[in-house]
T-cell receptor, first 114, second 112 residues
């Protein structure tokens, strides 16, 4: 069965510092991977997704994630955190790009300190 | 282009009452999904429509939940009768071909 683990329910960084949010998955077949962000009092916004092809995926707002099959990981990074990045981030997996039946991780709340 | 919309944004009801949530997907999206996040837990899949047909309802918790998508446009999710454990945020999402899925803002349901 598929599953997703996000390491760290809360991550705190200083403004301007590197953001690294960790996501590991388990899947018996090559997965399709997603990162979503939920800003306070808003819905889920698709940040980026990996289906096939290039393993480094660039998303909105300067975020990117790299699919590493050997490590079963899809960590989300941003070189320099902004105060506006404070939000909850969700990693998700599915077996097919044609289905939106996603398995979500527990979520990671990112705090950005001035 | 309008995104996925959901109504109401908040609903507070008493145990035993009925509540109906509505979702309007992005125009032209055949796939519509319902998800739920109970406080402190993961976001979990409830069901998937392709146009007006239920493709997968494996995540529906029990028969107190009824989802419909008449005409393949908007969808409703009815909870009858509501129980305390039904409280949470209900998300709707839609997709077409390889796009998305794109989520709506959610409906926060509180059952007292």
């Amino acid at each position: 069965a598929q599953s997703v683990t996000q390491l760290g329910s809360h991550v705190s960084v200083s403004e301007g510092a590197l953001v690294l949010l960790r996501c590991n998955y388990s899947s018996s077949v090559p997965p399709y991977l997603f990162w979503y962000v939920q800003y306070p009092n808003q819905g889920l916004q698709l940040l980026l997704k990996y289906t096939t092809g290039a393993t480094l995926v660039k998303g909105i707002n300067g975020f990117e994630a790299e699919f590493k099959k050997s490590e079963t990981s899809f960590h989300l990074t941003k070189p320099s955190a902004h105060m506006s990045d404070a939000a909850e981030y969700f990693c998700a997996v599915t077996l097919s790009s044609n289905t939106g039946k996603l398995i979500f991780g527990q979520g990671t709340t990112l705090q950005v300190k001035p | 282009e309008a995104g996925v919309t959901q109504f109401p944004s908040h609903s507070v009801i008493e145990k035993g009452q009925t509540v109906t949530l509505r979702c309007d997907p992005i125009s032209g999206h055949d796939n519509l999904y319902w998800y739920r996040r109970v406080m402190g837990k993961e976001i979990k899949f409830l069901l998937h429509f392709v146009k007006e047909s239920k493709q997968d309802e494996s995540g529906m918790p029990n028969n107190r939940f009824l989802a419909e998508r008449t005409g393949g446009t908007y969808s409703t999710l009815k909870v009858q009768p509501a129980e305390l454990e039904d409280s949470g945020v209900y998300f709707c999402a839609s997709s077409q071909d390889r796009t998305g899925p794109y989520f709506g803002p959610g409906t926060r349901l509180t059952v007292l």
